[in-house]
């Protein structure tokens, strides 16, 4: 609330801008997804870390010099973001609108998720092997050997944990930090994403970006998980769906990860977790859930339902708050 009072005092906006915004960002990623034509400021994330990562990565302090790389960019997105629309604010009303809305929309990915998340079903019931090509390209451990099953599960697995890196996360931060603070999101979301790994490489230079993501993620993590879990065991009048949350969602490599994958688990009734492949290095995650049956298409349909009912709620929430921030300034 003190956030959005913040932002229209700063930026001498419309009462109703932020609002609008939200919606227009929204619409613009339910109805286009991240269309492959369109650039996008991920992209160019990437590859300032890779510049950085490439020139810095060796020698000594490595930590100390991939949290300053890690740190900066991030500082340097927010603090430039935010001059940018303060003056286009003070210039025309609709220019902030329009350039807040586009930032919205780029860090939204609940659509595009949804989608390849379907993809990865359909192509497996086509071959395993395409399954395998297809959940390639949204998780990062090696796929290389999954079975159907596992392939399935990685597909979910990545459907829960996205939700709050995607959807619920970005959405956070807009609340706190206006469009600034969501596109730094990203940027945090991206360092760790690639330099975020304990492997002999990114072990040191990485640790700074690994830690940053899992304070920027701690509340969105948990937010999510109960954005999730409350529909279900209101529908289904179960309680017991908290507990199963509260003890699964630690069983985790990350401190946040574990919670919108128990959520999800939970829901499904099925396990998730366990060993993985990352850069030819086996992980020994503990599992997630207790019960090991075989996942199926009519799985995926149902975490879809799950996920975008969690999105429509956060969207009402962040909406909510926006309006009756305004009536107050």
């Not at 790994?197 to 990114?202: A, D, H, I, N």
């Not at 065991?233 to 699964?248: D, E, G, L, M």
Request: glycine share 8%; net charge neutral.
């Amino acid at each position: 609330m003190l956030s959005v009072i913040m932002l229209e005092y700063l930026f001498d906006i419309s009462a109703y801008a932020l609002p609008i915004t939200l919606l227009a960002g929204w619409l613009l990623d339910l109805l286009l997804g991240d269309p492959s034509w369109l650039p996008h400021p991920v992209v160019y994330f990437g590859k300032m870390i890779a510049w950085g990562e490439k020139r810095l990565n060796h020698g000594k302090h490595r930590k100390l010099k991939g949290g300053i790389l890690a740190i900066g960019l991030v500082l340097l997105v927010f603090f430039l973001t935010f001059f940018i629309l303060r003056l286009l604010a003070s210039v025309n009303v609709i220019l902030y609108v329009l350039l807040s809305s586009i930032i919205i929309f780029y860090c939204l990915a609940g659509t595009t998720l949804i989608h390849e998340v379907r993809d990865v079903f359909v192509a497996l019931d086509r071959s395993l092997e395409e399954g395998r090509q297809q959940v390639a390209r949204i998780v990062g451990r090696d796929t290389k050997a999954l079975s159907a099953q596992e392939v399935r599960t990685a597909a979910l697995e990545t459907l829960a944990e996205n939700l709050s890196d995607g959807v619920i996360a970005p959405l956070f931060w807009l609340l706190l930090l206006g469009p600034a603070g969501m596109l730094a999101y990203k940027m945090v979301n991206t360092l760790d994403s690639m330099l975020g790994y304990r492997t002999e490489r990114y072990r040191d230079f990485g640790c700074v970006a690994a830690r940053q993501d899992d304070v920027f993620n701690y509340i969105p993590a948990r937010l999510t998980a109960l954005l999730m879990i409350l529909p279900h065991a209101i529908a289904n009048h179960q309680s017991t769906i908290f507990h199963f949350v509260r003890a699964n969602g630690r069983n985790h490599a990350s401190p946040n990860s574990g919670y919108p994958e128990a959520s999800l688990a939970g829901i499904l009734d099925c396990r998730f977790g366990g060993p993985h492949e990352y850069f030819g290095q086996l992980f020994d995650k503990p599992f997630i859930g207790t019960n090991p049956r075989q996942l199926t298409t009519d799985d995926m349909k149902k975490a879809v339902r799950v996920n975008r009912t969690a999105e429509v709620l956060m969207l009402l929430l962040t909406a909510t708050v926006f309006v009756v921030g305004s009536f107050l300034v």
